[in-house]
């Protein structure tokens, strides 16, 4: 018998490692999923409150007169004609 320790230690010393990989593991899983809903989180807070995250203006509307994206320079029928 080359090894001394009895199987009582052995099984404690394979606890120890199981127990060690399963907590390291969940630190991961939940140290991600952390990171990630902080991300989105500061995202959405940063479309609803611009002013609070160093923004000017938040989500642009859709109509381009308030916005102030592209407007139109035809009328939309004349798009579909050859």
């Known amino acids: 018998m080359n090894n001394p320790a009895g199987a009582f230690v052995q099984g404690a010393e394979a606890y120890g490692r199981f127990v060690?990989?399963?907590?390291?593991?969940?630190?991961?899983?939940?140290?991600?999923?952390?990171?990630?809903?902080?991300?989105?989180?500061?995202r959405l807070g940063a479309n609803a409150y611009p002013h609070l995250y160093g923004g000017s203006a938040g989500l642009k509307g859709s109509s381009p007169k308030f916005s102030g994206y592209a407007t139109p320079s035809k009328e939309v029928k004349s798009r579909f004609q050859d």
Do not use: S
Request: aromatic share 14%; hydrophobic share 45%.
């Open 20 to 42: 060690e990989v399963f907590i390291d593991g969940h630190w991961w899983v939940v140290g991600d999923a952390l990171e990630n809903i902080g991300k989105t989180t500061k």
